[in-house]
């Protein structure tokens, strides 16, 4: 059965950081390419950073550049989000994906819809 499970969520102040996992089974994530989307209350679900597996571009949403970083441990069949320096509007529920037809995520991540795997997400909220 293919799964991605989401982990790592929580409350965080401002300022904070906090590492997503994106854990797969049922497949091997390194023919993957991964992306981490974020839905927040209202608003359209947005891609926050992918990762390919063809060349091992990246790309990162401009809201979250330089703050943010996406990688691969397929030892352990997961992708993680590093997240420092977290803001309030980086408050949302954080999904990962994944789909083996992509082959590159520049100059920027595929549409949602271009997803095959989804997890269930995990809620990220930073306040004070």
């Known amino acids: 059965q293919v799964q991605l499970v989401e982990s790592g969520g929580g409350l965080v102040q401002p300022g904070g950081s906090l590492r997503l996992s994106c854990a797969a089974s049922?497949?091997?994530?390194?023919?993957?390419?991964i992306g981490w989307f974020r839905q927040a209350p209202g608003k359209e679900r947005e891609g926050v950073s992918c990762?390919?597996?063809?060349?091992?571009?990246?790309y990162y949403a401009d809201s979250v550049k330089g703050r943010f970083t996406i990688s691969r441990d397929n030892a352990k069949n997961t992708v993680y989000l590093q997240m420092n320096s977290l803001k309030p509007e980086d408050t949302a529920v954080y999904y990962c994906?994944?789909?083996?037809?992509?082959?590159?995520?520049?100059?920027?991540?595929?549409?949602?819809?271009?997803?095959?795997?989804w997890g269930q997400g995990t809620q990220v909220t930073v306040s004070s």
């Open positions: 994906a994944a789909d083996y037809r992509i082959n590159t995520v520049v100059p920027m991540c595929p549409t949602a819809s271009e997803f095959e795997y």
């Open positions: 049922g497949f091997t994530l390194d023919y993957y390419a």
């Open positions: 990762i390919s597996t063809s060349d091992g571009s990246r």
